[in-house]
């Protein structure tokens, strides 16, 4: 298969439907192209590096945070969970108008490990879940879906839902409907490196709470 010309790309990539995307490119070559591609998406996932809000992951801290603009740096929160392997977050003022897929962005975090950008955190409204997941899904590839329990204050039981994309190199997307509270979904894009670490991480905690270290 020949390489993506940025036409396609760029169909592929903001169309929701790309299949109806496709149809509308001018050539036969081209729309042959871009259908061989779209298949090849929806079979194995997204495949090219995580662009979040202008910053590829692993992209270096000093770059990232010159990318972010004014008002951005980096520094160590002492609030990571537990289960993150890394405490050292880049943000910039989060302004009224910054928005993920047409959704208003609560918070925007972008977590460095070893001095690159290795994860992104984005907190979005619970009511933006569904149109969230079609804008990735036309982006990526559809989910893997999965729910949870999660209660809420008062105790109720919530359906918490769960979309994942997963890239063949070990690049994550995770979308969840509520975090540790109802009152925000946290979407993620971490890379393999991250993901790796975070692993290493959680098999530690899990072997210190048995003993069997």
């Known amino acids: 298969m020949n390489p993506v010309?940025?036409?396609?790309l760029a169909v592929m990539a903001l169309a929701a439907d790309p299949q109806q995307a496709c149809s509308k490119m001018g050539s036969a070559a081209d729309r042959a192209e871009c259908f061989d591609n779209a298949q090849a998406q929806d079979s194995v996932g997204f495949s090219s590096s995580l662009n979040v809000k202008g910053v590829i992951l692993g992209t270096l801290e000093s770059e990232a945070v010159a990318q972010l603009g004014p008002g951005a740096s980096c520094g160590t929160v002492s609030s990571a969970p537990k289960e993150q392997p890394t405490n050292?977050?880049?943000?910039?003022?989060?302004?009224?108008?910054?928005?993920?897929a047409g959704v208003p962005v609560q918070r925007l975090h972008y977590w460095s490990l070893d001095q690159r950008i290795e994860a992104v955190s984005i907190s979005l409204?619970?009511?933006?879940f569904e149109s969230v997941v079609e804008a990735l899904s036309a982006k990526y590839g559809q989910p893997i879906m999965t729910t949870n329990v999660v209660k809420n204050?008062?105790?109720?039981?919530?359906?918490?839902?769960?979309?994942?994309?997963?890239?063949?190199?070990?690049?994550?997307?995770e979308l969840?409907?509520?975090?540790?509270t109802v009152h925000y979904a946290p979407l993620w894009f971490t890379s393999a490196a991250y993901e790796a670490s975070r692993s290493r991480l959680l098999n530690a905690h899990r072997a210190a709470a048995t003993?069997?270290?």
């Open 5 to 8: 010309t940025p036409a396609v």
């Open 176 to 180: 969840r409907r509520f975090g540790h």
């Open 88 to 100: 050292r977050m880049c943000a910039r003022p989060t302004s009224t108008s910054d928005s993920f």
């Open 153 to 173: 204050l008062s105790g109720a039981e919530l359906e918490n839902a769960v979309a994942t994309w997963t890239s063949p190199s070990g690049d994550r997307i």
């Open 211 to 213: 003993g069997d270290m």
């Open 125 to 128: 409204p619970p009511t933006a």
